[in-house]
């Protein structure tokens, strides 16, 4: 018996099918992810002519790691800066003790 929280889908990412199997929620988010890939796809192979598609594909991906890595390490500074923030206001409070 097939669970009904899950979709069966296809998406062509550079121009080959995969069958996916996602969960129903985030099917729109797959979507807009493919979508943006295959733009980054076609500008780099816009760009670098004499590269073949599964190069363009590659630095797309690559350009996306990229993004994710800075977002956390972005989130890991913000969460160091809380914490000495709130070090900072553990302090003060009990000086004014």
């Known amino acids: 018996m097939e669970n009904p929280e899950f979709s069966h889908i296809t998406v ?12 129903a929620d985030d099917e ?9 890939v295959n733009e ?7 760009t670098y002519t004499q ?3 599964q190069d363009c594909l ?3 991906l690559l ?15 913000q969460a160091l800066v809380a914490a000495k ?3 900072v206001d553990t302090l003060l409070d009990e ?3």
Request: proline fraction near 4%; charge should be positive; aromatic fraction near 8%.
């Open 12 to 23: 062509v990412i550079a121009g080959r099918p995969y069958p996916l199997k996602v969960q």
């Open 28 to 36: 729109a988010a797959i979507r807009k992810i493919v979508k943006e």
């Open 40 to 46: 980054r796809v076609n500008t780099f192979q816009l």
């Open 51 to 53: 590269k073949d598609k």
């Open 58 to 60: 590659a630095m797309a």
């Open 63 to 77: 350009t996306y790691a990229v993004d994710l890595f800075k977002s956390s390490q972005s989130e890991d500074s």
């Open 85 to 87: 923030i709130s070090r």
């Open 95 to 97: 000086l004014l003790k």
